[in-house]
């Protein structure tokens, strides 16, 4: 993983729809080597160590000073580095959520110091103090997810009319993002299910029947273990819905272990999130058919630009002031564009956009 190139993408419309009113050229002034504190849920994932490092130089670039912790995926620890991070003086946080309803009491810690937040990626629920958001649209990439089932089993088009045997997988419960990436999916593939041509043999069809908590790739392969031994005897899972790499790793596990990817049993269509390495080396292996690609640069920059503009009061970048509601006010928003990757276009995606070269691949 390319973490260490983090090659500036042109934003300029974005950056100049940050100018305000009030653009004086305030730029340094009181800011210039303020304290940002930066919370990132885990290091078990690489694409949030690419963020941590990506958000720390967008910031370090614009001459703030940072402080990036990582939590161990454990909310009480998250809570615990944020209060850390609010006592030693820091100007603004930019959070990614473990559990997104324990943050309420030290997001008002920081209300009260007048520490402004910014939720990156995972929106923090319940709280009124959480000023922006940046992130994906995050329901656009269910409907890639779904979509790209559809598509590959000949559905979309009306070339097959199945019925194709599908499981579904969603991601953490106390990730506000796994119910948008199932809204998503499912704008696409409940009509197929209504009419029978997509079957859900384990009958696990309900959000809360199929989250994975904490996106565990472990948990994801019992869990389709389980359902092979219970509902496939001599029938055969055609695609599993997977909201996430990690997750997609371990249903390939499951799936390998039932003698899937050799004869008479070819790989599911199985989806994808985050381009992380061993999932796109994976996909060119025929394996794991496709993955959403998030473009964590522009993420960063957004976040970061967010994080400066709030601190000169200035304007924000922001982009959407309907679509997430945290349960007690609508944040404003930056979404930034998914992109779905597989075997036909990760060299132009991934390789020519330089995320990853072709030695990573290898
Ligand atoms: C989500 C995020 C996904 C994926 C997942 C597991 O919040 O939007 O891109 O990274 O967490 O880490």
């Known amino acids: 993983m390319k973490t260490s190139v983090v090659v500036p993408v042109t934003l300029a419309a974005l950056v100049l729809s940050g100018c305000g009113k009030n653009d004086d050229d305030n730029d340094g002034g009181e800011t210039a080597g303020a304290a940002i504190g930066v919370a990132m849920p885990t290091k078990s994932s690489e694409r949030w160590i690419a963020d941590g490092a990506n958000v720390k130089k967008e910031l370090e670039g614009k001459g703030y000073k940072v402080k990036l912790v ?18 030693q003086g820091v100007k603004a946080l930019v959070v990614a959520a473990i559990d997104n309803k324990s943050l ?3 997001m ?39 979509g ?22 969603a991601g953490s419960n106390d990730d506000n993002n796994t119910r948008y990436f199932f809204k998503g999916a ?38 389709m273990e389980d359902i092979l031994t219970s509902s496939y005897k001599s029938e055969k899972v055609d695609a599993v819905l997977s909201p996430y790499d990690g997750i997609s790793i371990g249903i390939i596990s499951a799936l390998k272990s039932d003698a899937y990817g050799s004869q008479g049993k070819p790989w599911p269509v199985i989806t994808g999130q985050d381009a992380e390495l061993a999932s796109v080396k994976s996909i060119i292996a025929d ?35 309907k679509s997430y509601n945290n349960l007690v006010k609508v944040v404003p928003a930056y979404l930034l564009q998914p992109v779905s990757v597989d075997k036909a276009n990760y060299e132009k995606v991934l390789v020519e956009g330089g995320w990853y070269s072709e030695d990573d691949l290898k």
Do not use: C, H
């Open 70 to 87: 990582f939590g161990e995926d454990d909310p009480d620890q998250q809570v615990s580095q944020i209060e850390n991070l609010i006592t």
């Open 104 to 106: 309420n009491n030290v």
């Open 148 to 169: 790209y089932i559809a598509d590959k089993l000949g559905l979309r088009d009306g070339s097959k009319k199945g019925p194709f045997n599908i499981e579904l997988f």
């Open 287 to 321: 394996q794991q058919k496709q993955t959403v690609y998030k473009d964590l640069r522009k993420l960063a920059r957004v976040a970061a630009e967010m994080v400066d503009a709030t601190l000169k009061g200035k304007k924000p970048p922001i982009n959407d002031t």
């Open 186 to 223: 499912m704008n696409v593939l409940q009509p197929y299910l209504d009419k029978k041509q997509l079957v859900v043999r384990s009958g696990q069809d309900k959000l809360n029947q199929i989250t994975t908590l904490r996106w565990d790739g472990g948990t994801a392969q019992k869990r």
């Open 108 to 146: 008002q810690q920081a209300a009260d110091s007048d520490v402004p937040v910014i939720a990156y990626d995972r929106l923090i629920l319940g709280t009124a103090n959480v000023d922006y958001y940046a992130s994906f649209d995050n329901e656009k990439v269910g409907e890639m997810q779904g």
